[in-house]
Nanobody, 122 residues
Framework: QVQLVESGGGLVQSGGSLIRSCAASGSIFSTNPLGWFRQAPGMQRELVAG???????KYADSMKGRFTISRDNDKSTVYLQMNSLKPEDTAVYYC????????????????WGQGTQVTVSS
């Protein structure tokens, strides 16, 4: 059974930082691209950052330079360091595995964590 267990998140002031972590079970970690997505109220779920099995990374344009995704293979854990947070970063953030690009050009995933609210106050 695939499990993605998230931790971190919560409430932070504008300009602050948060770190999210996600522990993956079984072979899902070592055999899949991993990523973080977010979904704000009334908006579609969007890719925040992704990391391949080999460690190559991809970021949404609005997160470049502020967010960093990384993976610890020994701990089967993927991290998202979020700096210089803005109120518009407020959303539910999801850890994901088996990330892929759809024909529409947007990204999605086969496996999802439970999602955690991140709220950035102004």
């Amino acid at each position: 059974q695939v499990q993605l267990v998230e931790s971190g998140g919560g409430l932070v002031q504008s300009g602050g930082s948060l770190i999210r972590s996600c522990a993956a079970s079984g072979s899902i970690f070592s055999t899949n691209p991993l990523g973080w997505f977010r979904q704000a109220p009334g908006m579609q779920r969007e890719l925040v950052a992704g990391i391949t099995i080999g460690g190559s990374t991809k970021y949404a344009d609005s997160m470049k330079g502020r967010f960093t995704i990384s993976r610890d293979n020994d701990k089967s854990t993927v991290y998202l360091q979020m700096n210089s947070l803005k109120p518009e970063d407020t959303a539910v953030y999801y850890c994901a595995a088996g990330c892929y690009r759809q024909n529409t050009g947007t990204y999605y995933a086969n496996y999802w964590g439970q999602g955690t609210q991140v709220t950035v106050s102004s």
